[in-house]
Nanobody, 121 residues
Framework: QVQLVESGGGLVQPGGSLRLSCAASGSIFSTKTMAWYRQAPGKQRELVAT???????NYADSVKGRFAISRDHAKNTVYLQMNSLKPEDTAVYYC???????????????WGQGTQVTVSS
């Protein structure tokens, strides 16, 4: 079972940047697709970005061109670089291990505590 700890959130002005980190424990990290999700108040959790073990990435349309997901296998860590932030990016951000089936990604691990990102002037 992989344990996940997110960090790096905070308060940032519109147009600003943040880099989130997700530290994973467990030896299976290097073989799994990882993902970042977010959940805004009153809304369902949504998939933001995924990265496969070799490094192939995919993004939600709402963040394409602004966010970049990456991973460091040596550090068992996944990152989310967020640029040109907008108020609508305000949410709690979570990472998770995912599997791909029938055109969708499904979270497989336990959810961590997440990290709050607030974009406001």
């Amino acid at each position: 079972q992989v344990q996940l700890v997110e960090s790096g959130g905070g308060l940032v002005q519109p147009g600003g940047s943040l880099r989130l980190s997700c530290a994973a424990s467990g030896s299976i990290f290097s073989t799994k697709t990882m993902a970042w999700y977010r959940q805004a108040p009153g809304k369902q959790r949504e998939l933001v970005a995924t990265i496969t073990a070799p490094g192939f990435t995919n993004y939600a349309d709402s963040v394409k061109g602004r966010f970049a997901i990456s991973r460091d296998h040596a550090k068992n860590t996944v990152y989310l670089q967020m640029n040109s932030l907008k108020p609508e990016d305000t949410a709690v951000y979570y990472c998770n291990v995912v599997r791909y089936s029938s055109g969708r990604h499904y979270p497989e691990g336990s959810w961590g505590q997440g990290t709050q990102v607030t974009v406001s002037s």
